[in-house]
């Protein structure tokens, strides 16, 4: 840590002046030096992990792209028949359809498979973050003012730092993706427990049931649709941040839409919007049809 | 035998529980302690016990720590002082796993607003209690399909909750709590949220289940005709202390002090007092020693119009009418015999509640008698004496009839 404040003196010395009488606060400074501390001491850890997650994304990848396009719509469709309704299905069929025809195929399972990883490693990171917000006032005080930092930080800030600790292309894109997408997740996840009536965990312990049996029998699954919906927020944030990404190098429909705002071509651009759009109904009324399921039961 | 024991009982709310207990012991009042530390005094120094198979009823307006005590005893709310023991095991003491251990074999609860999962149907919510204890799966459905056929709710395991009225979810909530077989149940407000013809229902039941299954049951209430229809006895709890402990027949009949006067002062005495609270000595003569002129001459020093007559061995034989006395001086006969009514319809028990007599009394123009079960003549019931039960809470059984009417008699 010395480094950085080694760093940091002279520049507070040297401070510029903005016209306002008053040294400019060097906090752009101390950030940069902050980073390259970590990038000097850290990106050899950060860098032999993205090696490894490049390996999973590209090999994620090349599985769903060696299945055939109507082999995938077809398993797509039945799925979403399975756990949706006709209509639903309907439209995905005829949107994967039209992806394909419009020769955007590879991009989109491109992108799909980014937002698969990054709602992945969101809820492996934000559900465990969210419960312990719930159970733990003192995470919740802490948590709550870094998850507001998060969701308010203008995204394409966190693309710049990503590329030092793992490189351009497509881990970088999936970090800043969990950063971005994973506060809806941890929120509700919170809040969904914290909804539980106290009655119900009050029964629960009244039986003698452990702290783990409580929220496993109790707790989470009442709070299912609540987190089912900060779910199905992080796949929506997760697939708006992976197109972003495409800035660093993250490829899909991100990189189309990017390739075209270079050479000005809006027809371009406009078709890899509508994939996007086609992809992004397809998961949320996948997700949200999941949670409406669950509740279905529970009403006559 | 003493299944319960609560011993000084503090249970106190907020940063300063100590500071809060020792204006309590100094006697401030919930609100002088609420300003000065902050702290919220939720049960302060109860102490009761409880004996194995009785129904014991908590009750008090909200507020006044009922709730607070009942998840003490179980220690949902960690108690700031006091002992309470369940069969000479110290429950305030012991570890989080004894506690536990504790929760799954004595205790079961019944809550005001069910607390039911909703995502579970109504035969996994029955189980929820063996299923945290772990036991045998098959075992597990069996005694839950056992506890809901004791509910009356056979047929209606794989519904959900909320395909099910507020009264059958309370019935789930109940079988939940038995399937466990607790020596304790511990029900808090259980029927309060339930409309007052299915709290009724399930008081009937509950009373029925009770005289089945023999459970040492705690109930809280605000409700005091609820508490006198269930409770064995009952604790009268206000500002988080017990301000009187009794049967119910000693709570209204012998209030201990204002408050529990004011607050008995509404109930409906006619559900409360039986035949015996409102019975008087009758005037009476004996067959066939006694004959028509000392029957006369009893109705005429009490002032009555009828009396009883009972034979040697004190069994009651009917009422003679001071007209037909009169008339067999006048013809010079010395036996009552001849006009002895037989009595059988104005005859009650000594336990008939008021209620039940009341419509006996104002059909009738003379006494309803008071018979034991050898139908020995144990009191009469007048108009006046009913009145002056009504009024007091009771009358003094040495009292005389007359004493309350003008002759009417």
Redesign the interface.
């Given at each position: 840590m010395l480094n950085i404040l080694n760093n940091f003196i002279p520049i507070l010395n040297s401070s510029s002046d903005t016209g306002m009488g008053v040294p400019k606060v060097p906090l752009g400074d101390l950030i940069e030096s902050i980073i390259n501390y970590l990038t000097d001491n850290f990106s050899s850890v950060t860098k032999s992990v993205s090696v490894v997650m490049r390996s999973g994304i590209e090999s994620l990848n090349s599985v769903i792209d060696m299945v055939h396009p109507v082999l995938f719509i077809i398993v797509v469709t039945l799925l979403v028949l399975y756990i949706s309704r006709k209509r639903i299905a309907l439209f995905t069929a005829i949107g994967l359809l039209f992806i394909w025809n419009l020769g955007l195929w590879y991009e989109t399972t491109n992108t799909l498979t980014l937002v698969i990883i990054s709602t992945l490693l969101s809820l492996i990171v934000g559900v465990p973050l969210g419960i312990a917000a719930a159970l733990n006032k003192r995470f919740n005080r802490i948590i709550v003012p870094v998850l507001d930092f998060m969701q308010t930080m203008p995204a394409f800030v966190y693309l710049i730092p990503a590329i030092p600790f793992f490189g351009l292309g497509a881990v970088s894109a999936v970090f800043t993706t969990v950063i971005f997408a994973m506060p809806p997740t941890i929120r509700l996840t919170c809040l969904g427990i914290e909804q539980v009536?106290v009655?119900?965990t009050?029964?629960?312990?009244?039986?003698?049931?452990?702290g783990a049996?409580t929220l496993l029998?109790?707790q989470l699954?009442?709070a299912?649709p609540t987190v089912m919906a900060g779910i199905n927020q992080t796949i929506m944030l997760s697939l708006s941040m992976v197109v972003i990404a495409a800035m660093i190098g993250a490829g899909g429909l991100g990189a189309e839409v990017w390739k075209a705002i270079q050479r000005l071509k809006p027809g371009m651009g406009f078709e890899a919007g509508i994939a996007v759009v086609i992809l992004a109904i397809i998961l949320d009324r996948i997700t949200k049809n999941i949670s409406f399921r669950?509740n279905e039961?529970?009403?006559? | 035998m003493i299944k319960l024991k609560i011993q000084n009982l503090y249970k106190i709310f907020g940063p300063h529980p100590q500071r809060a207990m020792k204006m309590i012991n100094s006697g401030k009042s919930k609100k002088e302690i609420l300003d000065k530390t902050g702290c919220a005094v939720g049960v302060a120094g109860v102490s009761f016990e409880v004996n194995e198979g009785e129904i014991l009823v908590i009750m008090g307006l909200s507020g006044s720590g009922k709730s607070t005590l009942v998840r003490c005893i179980n220690r949902l709310f960690e108690p700031t002082s006091g002992k309470i023991t369940v069969d000479n095991d110290e429950i305030t003491s012991m570890d989080k796993k004894s506690l536990r251990e504790v929760r799954r074999n004595k205790f079961a609860m019944v809550f005001q607003r069910f607390a039911l999962l909703p995502h579970r149907t109504v035969l996994e919510n029955v189980f929820f209690g063996l299923e945290i204890q772990s036991a045998d799966k098959d075992d597990m459905k069996q005694r839950s399909m056992e506890a809901l056929d004791l509910v009356g709710l056979k047929g209606w395991e794989d519904y959900y909750p909320a395909q099910l009225s507020g009264g059958m979810q309370q019935r789930v909530g109940l079988a939940r709590a038995l399937a466990v077989e607790p020596d304790i149940l511990l029900m808090d407000e259980a029927f309060s949220a339930l409309d007052p013809l299915i709290r009724s229902d399930l008081q009937d039941e509950l009373l029925s289940l009770q005289s089945r299954v023999q459970k040492t049951i705690i109930f809280i209430t605000h409700d005091l005709d609820e508490a006198l229809k269930i409770g064995d006895r009952i604790v009268l709890m206000k500002d988080g202390k017990v301000v009187q402990i009794g049967t119910p027949e000693e709570i209204l009949l012998n209030p201990e002090t204002e408050y529990v006067e004011r607050f008995v002062e509404n109930v409906n005495m006619t559900r409360i007092l039986t035949a015996k609270d409102v019975m008087v000595r009758p005037v009476k003569v004996t067959h066939p020693k006694d004959g028509p002129r000392s029957a006369l001459r009893a109705m005429k020093e009490k002032g009555s119009s009828s009396c009883c007559v009972q034979d040697r061995n004190r069994k009651f034989l009917g009422i003679v009418r001071s007209e037909q006395a009169r008339k067999l001086v006048d013809e010079g006969c010395t036996s009552l015999e001849s006009v002895i009514e037989p009595y059988e319809k104005n005859k009650v028990s000594p336990d008939t509640p008021l209620q039940e007599i009341l419509p006996i009394i104002i059909d009738a123009s003379y006494p309803v008698a008071v018979v034991d079960e050898s139908n020995v003549l144990l009191g009469v019931i007048v108009t006046g004496s009913v009145l002056a039960g009504l009024v007091e809470g009771g009358v003094d059984s040495n009292a005389h009839a007359t004493d309350w009417n003008n002759g009417g008699v």
């Amino acid at each position: 840590m010395l480094n950085i404040l080694n760093n940091f003196i002279p520049i507070l010395n040297s401070s510029s002046d903005t016209g306002m009488g008053v040294p400019k606060v060097p906090l752009g400074d101390l950030i940069e030096s902050i980073i390259n501390y970590l990038t000097d001491n850290f990106s050899s850890v950060t860098k032999s992990v993205s090696v490894v997650m490049r390996s999973g994304i590209e090999s994620l990848n090349s599985v769903i792209d060696m299945v055939h396009p109507v082999l995938f719509i077809i398993v797509v469709t039945l799925l979403v028949l399975y756990i949706s309704r006709k209509r639903i299905a309907l439209f995905t069929a005829i949107g994967l359809l039209f992806i394909w025809n419009l020769g955007l195929w590879y991009e989109t399972t491109n992108t799909l498979t980014l937002v698969i990883i990054s709602t992945l490693l969101s809820l492996i990171v934000g559900v465990p973050l969210g419960i312990a917000a719930a159970l733990n006032k003192r995470f919740n005080r802490i948590i709550v003012p870094v998850l507001d930092f998060m969701q308010t930080m203008p995204a394409f800030v966190y693309l710049i730092p990503a590329i030092p600790f793992f490189g351009l292309g497509a881990v970088s894109a999936v970090f800043t993706t969990v950063i971005f997408a994973m506060p809806p997740t941890i929120r509700l996840t919170c809040l969904g427990i914290e909804q539980v009536p106290v009655e119900l965990t009050e029964a629960a312990e009244s039986f003698g049931a452990t702290g783990a049996q409580t929220l496993l029998k109790v707790q989470l699954p009442v709070a299912m649709p609540t987190v089912m919906a900060g779910i199905n927020q992080t796949i929506m944030l997760s697939l708006s941040m992976v197109v972003i990404a495409a800035m660093i190098g993250a490829g899909g429909l991100g990189a189309e839409v990017w390739k075209a705002i270079q050479r000005l071509k809006p027809g371009m651009g406009f078709e890899a919007g509508i994939a996007v759009v086609i992809l992004a109904i397809i998961l949320d009324r996948i997700t949200k049809n999941i949670s409406f399921r669950k509740n279905e039961k529970n009403k006559f | 035998m003493i299944k319960l024991k609560i011993q000084n009982l503090y249970k106190i709310f907020g940063p300063h529980p100590q500071r809060a207990m020792k204006m309590i012991n100094s006697g401030k009042s919930k609100k002088e302690i609420l300003d000065k530390t902050g702290c919220a005094v939720g049960v302060a120094g109860v102490s009761f016990e409880v004996n194995e198979g009785e129904i014991l009823v908590i009750m008090g307006l909200s507020g006044s720590g009922k709730s607070t005590l009942v998840r003490c005893i179980n220690r949902l709310f960690e108690p700031t002082s006091g002992k309470i023991t369940v069969d000479n095991d110290e429950i305030t003491s012991m570890d989080k796993k004894s506690l536990r251990e504790v929760r799954r074999n004595k205790f079961a609860m019944v809550f005001q607003r069910f607390a039911l999962l909703p995502h579970r149907t109504v035969l996994e919510n029955v189980f929820f209690g063996l299923e945290i204890q772990s036991a045998d799966k098959d075992d597990m459905k069996q005694r839950s399909m056992e506890a809901l056929d004791l509910v009356g709710l056979k047929g209606w395991e794989d519904y959900y909750p909320a395909q099910l009225s507020g009264g059958m979810q309370q019935r789930v909530g109940l079988a939940r709590a038995l399937a466990v077989e607790p020596d304790i149940l511990l029900m808090d407000e259980a029927f309060s949220a339930l409309d007052p013809l299915i709290r009724s229902d399930l008081q009937d039941e509950l009373l029925s289940l009770q005289s089945r299954v023999q459970k040492t049951i705690i109930f809280i209430t605000h409700d005091l005709d609820e508490a006198l229809k269930i409770g064995d006895r009952i604790v009268l709890m206000k500002d988080g202390k017990v301000v009187q402990i009794g049967t119910p027949e000693e709570i209204l009949l012998n209030p201990e002090t204002e408050y529990v006067e004011r607050f008995v002062e509404n109930v409906n005495m006619t559900r409360i007092l039986t035949a015996k609270d409102v019975m008087v000595r009758p005037v009476k003569v004996t067959h066939p020693k006694d004959g028509p002129r000392s029957a006369l001459r009893a109705m005429k020093e009490k002032g009555s119009s009828s009396c009883c007559v009972q034979d040697r061995n004190r069994k009651f034989l009917g009422i003679v009418r001071s007209e037909q006395a009169r008339k067999l001086v006048d013809e010079g006969c010395t036996s009552l015999e001849s006009v002895i009514e037989p009595y059988e319809k104005n005859k009650v028990s000594p336990d008939t509640p008021l209620q039940e007599i009341l419509p006996i009394i104002i059909d009738a123009s003379y006494p309803v008698a008071v018979v034991d079960e050898s139908n020995v003549l144990l009191g009469v019931i007048v108009t006046g004496s009913v009145l002056a039960g009504l009024v007091e809470g009771g009358v003094d059984s040495n009292a005389h009839a007359t004493d309350w009417n003008n002759g009417g008699v």
